[in-house]
């Protein structure tokens, strides 16, 4: 079972910034994939960012050129840096995991933390 511990949400005005950490129970050289995903109230979760060892970021349209995925291997540890945020960011953000076993795929998630954007 691999767990996922995420930090770093809360409060901010538009335009502010914040850095959330995904913090992984086993080592990132396992996971083949990472990324984090939001849900603001009423609406899908969808995806905001992934990463994986041989790319340097996939991005929503909404979010590019303002958020940056990143990973620290030695800390088992994925980021989101978040600048210039708005209102129409506010949500719950989960870090998702993606492991390929022989078995198949297994997709893992946090319990989320919470981003409001005030304007």
């Known amino acids: 079972q691999v767990q996922l511990a995420e930090s770093g949400g809360g409060l901010v005005q538009a335009g502010g910034s914040l850095r959330l950490s995904c913090v992984a129970s086993v080592s990132l050289h396992s996971i083949h994939d990472m990324g984090w995903y939001r849900q603001a109230p009423g609406k899908e979760r969808e995806l905001v960012a992934s990463v994986t060892s041989g790319d340097s970021g996939n991005y929503a349209d909404s979010v590019k050129g303002r958020f940056t995925i990143s990973r620290d291997v030695a800390k088992d540890t994925v980021f989101l840096q978040m600048n210039s945020l708005n209102p129409e960011d506010t949500g719950v953000y989960y870090c998702?995991?993606?492991?390929?076993?022989?078995?198949?795929?297994?997709?893992?998630w946090g319990q989320g933390t919470q981003v409001t954007v005030s304007s």
């Open positions: 998702h995991a993606g492991i390929i076993y022989w078995s198949g795929r297994r997709d893992y």
